[in-house]
């Protein structure tokens, strides 16, 4: 019969399922196409789909003759035209759609029909066989494959379709034989949809993106805020050096510690900068060269890819660090520059040396001695040589244009007590006219000169224990500084000056001011000697006072002290536009005073 339901017209019609005897015949969801459905006015080309009562698709139909119900109640039919025979036995649903071209489902819209449409779902076409219509399993005999042509099917139904039909793909109807199924090993079947894979790969992507631009900006952030954390705790530092700088006075004021010197000269300094050089330790000596606005102090390195020592260099007009210099494996006991070029030289406990162009801080020559040196010098004379201390009491004496051996040994028989400093004396120096070595050993002081090509040494009737002796060559002065000891309860400061006996033709050192210092002096703090704007002074730290000690050259008066918070233990002055300028190294930091 005929039913008009929103401008589409359905034929009903009941049919017999003819599947030539084989009740276990495959079934498939193809499409009957009827090319020609005659006197219909209302059916023109339409698809017909044919559905039994069980929600099976039958594959093959006996097409016999056909029946069309006209609006007016009458049966058309001839000769010419097919005809379909319909079963009572099992009744089937021909639904036509004049529209779309799709099955609109059962005739009965009731769910409880017995002629309930099947209806995939789109989710479902994925992992569902086309042959059965049921979900592909990963294993089993419904466990899902593919043939050549690359369409998917549950395999008992593909096997039995190739084996009992035509030999080819159930969907686009290509030839294929049973070796040509392949079976596909998934643990776990997934229907994909393709665009909304695309829309979410392309969300990912997106994301993906957005989130690495956000953790740019947060290592950039983190960078930051390091760097500012930093800066906040030099200035913290900073601050708190000048508030116990001003606890006293605005300005550090040098008093004198004996009330009783009637000596009037003060100096007046204030703090000019203070720098970190390293936060965990290992700072030791330092040198200056003004005119070369350089200053550099040795360090630990702070590079976890080299664990040794180095030198950090520091432009002293503007007090900012410019390279950090690695250099030796052990700690660095002393350090001179050069006078006439910006090389300069560093010795160090791992027994080697080392000559470093500032420039390009690149390490010219390395060389290794037989012990651990403590002390360097250049020759004042000849650019080209250069002296270094060993700790078993040697001073050896090298050219840069060839450091393969050394020229000559200073040693002293009976002493093997380490270099602590050494000093070249230049020529034509009373009594010195050829000049000499002036080395300061742990235990004795020893002057060596040039007789011929032959050395002389001198010792020099001073007792130690010695902690650094500097030479100040305006003056042809020696400041030499040793600790207490059971012959002299004190630390002494003392300015030598060189002389020579003429009827021996010894040389000797006479004391021109001895200055006294606390009683204790555990560390091997190096003193200087400082230039002000019309006198000379001796700076040394004092641990018993825990205090930078000044004393006037010219006077021999004591002029006052700068209290220190950390133990100093090297120090050096330079001028800068004719202003004179203090800097002290402790173990982290590094500070420069302004004085006059």
């Not at 090319?35 to 789909?49: F, H, K």
């Not at 025979?85 to 779309?100: A, G």
């Not at 201390?389 to 380490?418: A, F, H, K, W």
């Not at 042809?476 to 021996?504: A, C, E, G």
Request: glycine share 4%; hydrophobic share 30%.
């Amino acid at each position: 019969m005929n039913q008009e339901s929103d401008g589409e017209t359905v034929l009903e019609m009941d049919i017999d399922n003819s599947l030539d005897g084989n009740e276990d015949n495959t079934v498939t969801n193809d499409v009957v196409q009827i090319d020609s459905l005659l006197a219909n006015p209302l059916v023109r080309t339409e698809n017909i789909q044919i559905l039994t009562d069980n929600n099976e698709v039958s594959n093959e139909i006996q097409v016999e003759e056909t029946e069309i119900v006209h609006p007016n109640n009458e049966i058309s039919g001839g000769q010419n035209e097919p005809a379909l025979h319909l079963s009572q036995s099992k009744r089937q649903t021909l639904e036509i759609c004049s529209r779309c071209k799709k099955t609109l489902g059962n005739a009965d819209n009731d769910d409880d029909s017995p002629r309930k449409k099947i209806k995939v779902m789109e989710n479902d076409e994925g992992i569902s066989c086309s042959i059965c219509l049921e979900d592909w399993t990963n294993v089993g005999d419904h466990r899902v494959c593919s043939l050549k042509c690359g369409h998917l099917f549950g395999f008992s139904c593909v096997k039995r379709w190739i084996t009992e039909s035509s030999r080819s793909c159930p969907t686009c109807k290509k030839k294929c034989t049973l070796r040509e199924i392949r079976h596909i090993y998934a643990t776990k079947l997934i229907a994909m949809d393709a665009i909304e894979f695309s829309k979410l790969q392309t969300s990912f992507d997106k994301v993906s993106k957005e989130k690495n631009i956000l953790e740019q900006k947060l290592a950039q952030s983190t960078l930051k805020n390091q760097k500012m954390t930093e800066e906040v705790e030099k200035m913290k530092l900073e601050i708190s050096l000048l508030q116990k700088a001003l606890e006293t006075q605005k300005h550090v004021r040098l008093s004198e510690i004996n009330p009783n010197d009637n000596n009037s000269g003060k100096i007046r300094a204030h703090i000019e900068k203070v720098l970190e050089v390293n936060k965990d330790g290992g700072c030791r000596v330092l040198d200056c060269q003004s005119n070369i606005d350089l200053l550099i102090t040795s360090t630990k390195s702070n590079n976890p890819l080299f664990n040794g020592y180095g030198v950090k260099k520091i432009a002293i007009s503007n007090y900012k660090t410019t390279a950090f210099i690695p250099l030796h494996s052990m700690t660095i006991r002393d350090i001179s520059f050069q006078p006439q070029t910006r090389n300069f030289i560093t010795v160090s406990l791992d027994k080697t040396f080392k000559l470093t162009d500032s420039n390009n801080n690149f390490v010219i020559f390395s060389k290794t001695a037989l012990s651990a040196l403590w002390s360097c010098c250049w020759d004042l004379e000849n650019p080209f040589m250069f002296y270094v201390g060993e700790q078993q009491g040697s001073c050896l004496q090298y050219d840069i244009r060839n450091v393969s051996q050394s020229l000559n040994t200073y040693s002293q028989s009976g002493d093997m007590s380490p270099v602590v400093s050494l000093a070249s004396i230049p020529p034509c120096r009373v009594p010195l006219s050829q000049g000499g070595l002036m080395c300061c050993k742990l235990n004795g002081l020893y002057v060596y000169t040039n007789r011929g090509e032959e050395l002389e040494s001198h010792w020099i009737p001073y007792t130690g224990p010695f902690v650094s002796m500097r030479l100040d060559v305006e003056t042809d002065q020696f400041l030499v500084s040793t600790r207490s000891s059971s012959s002299n309860p004190y630390s002494r400061h003392s300015i030598l000056h060189l002389d020579k006996d003429p009827d021996t033709e010894k040389i000797t050192g006479n004391a021109v001011f001895c200055f006294k210092g606390g009683s204790m002096q555990r560390m091997l703090s190096r003193s200087a000697i400082i230039s002000g704007e019309d006198d000379k002074y001796v700076a040394a730290y004092e641990e018993s006072y825990k205090s930078l000690l000044l004393w006037s050259i010219s006077t021999g008066q004591q002029v006052g002290s700068i209290p220190a918070h950390e133990p100093i233990l090297d120090l050096c002055g330079f001028t800068i536009n004719k202003q004179p300028f203090l800097a002290t190294l402790s173990e982290k930091k590094l500070m420069f005073f302004k004085y006059s």
